[in-house]
């Protein structure tokens, strides 16, 4: 059974402190995905990986960055948090993309950040 | 560039009546969409997928979804409602360029079961 883990279902921590959101899957994925979901705005990407030490900007990667040193950890950071910043973040994996094809992505469960 | 517009952002229907969440699509490539479902605490769980072959997409739990080119429609149906259908459903496309499958998101659909 596939699966994407997520290290914490729930952090709190205050403004201007450095926050590490970890993701590991078990599938051997190459893609990995951080996204965000906020009420009434779906989820917006962050961050992707499509290999080890590779990785380009989603829609919003403003005050994020990412780290991918092993092919099954995907590490989301928020260098100085901000309470603009609380959020649901959900972490996905995929196969490597084919021309022609799409690979579905499988979830993690989310980590529910509250910035204080 | 893709988007993907869900018409309605909650839908309330009796258990065992139909369901109907209505999604429409922009996107300048042929597309590849998703219907995801979240339950409450829960991360997403992919319903069902087309990818150009049948237009008729048969999920899990009964539902499935009709793709409709001339318009550019991806509604998601189910004949039944049951009190486990209700959660938020969210309409998915692809951007089949580069390495890696970015999927645009709806706003999301939240929908309520009621007895």
């Known amino acids: 059974d596939v699966k994407v883990t997520q290290s914490s279902r729930y952090l709190v921590k205050r403004t201007g402190e450095k926050v590490f959101l970890e993701c590991v899957q078990d599938?051997?994925?190459?893609?990995m995905f951080w996204y965000r979901q906020d009420p009434g705005l779906g989820l917006r990407l962050i961050y992707f990986?499509?290999?080890?030490?590779?990785?380009e900007k989603g829609d919003i990667p403003e005050g994020y960055s990412v780290s991918r040193e092993k092919k099954e950890r995907f590490s989301l950071i928020l260098e100085s948090a901000s309470t603009n910043q609380t959020s649901m973040y959900l972490c996905?994996?995929?196969?490597?993309?084919?021309?022609?094809?799409?690979?579905?992505?499988?979830f993690g469960p989310g980590t529910r950040l509250t910035v204080t | 560039a893709q988007s993907v517009t869900q018409l309605d952002s909650h839908v309330s229907v009796s258990e065992g009546t139909p369901v109907l969440l209505r999604c429409n699509y922009s996107?300048?490539?042929?597309?590849?969409l998703f219907w995801y479902v979240q339950h409450p605490n829960k991360g997403l769980q992919l319903l069902l997928k087309?990818?150009?072959?049948?237009?008729l997409v048969k999920g899990i739990n009964g539902f499935e979804a009709e793709f409709k080119k001339s318009e550019t429609s991806f509604h998601l149906t189910k004949p039944s409602a049951h009190m486990s259908d209700a959660a938020e459903y969210f309409c998915?496309?692809?951007?089949?360029?580069?390495?890696?499958?970015?999927?645009?998101f709806g706003t999301g659909t939240r929908l309520q079961v009621t007895l």
């Open positions: 996905a994996s995929s196969l490597f993309h084919l021309w022609g094809d799409s690979y579905e992505q499988y």
């Open positions: 599938m051997d994925h190459e893609n």
């Open positions: 990986s499509y290999d080890v030490k590779m990785k």
């Open positions: 996107s300048s490539y042929s597309p590849s």
């Open positions: 087309y990818t150009s072959a049948a237009t």
């Open positions: 998915v496309v692809s951007d089949q360029t580069g390495t890696a499958s970015k999927l645009t």
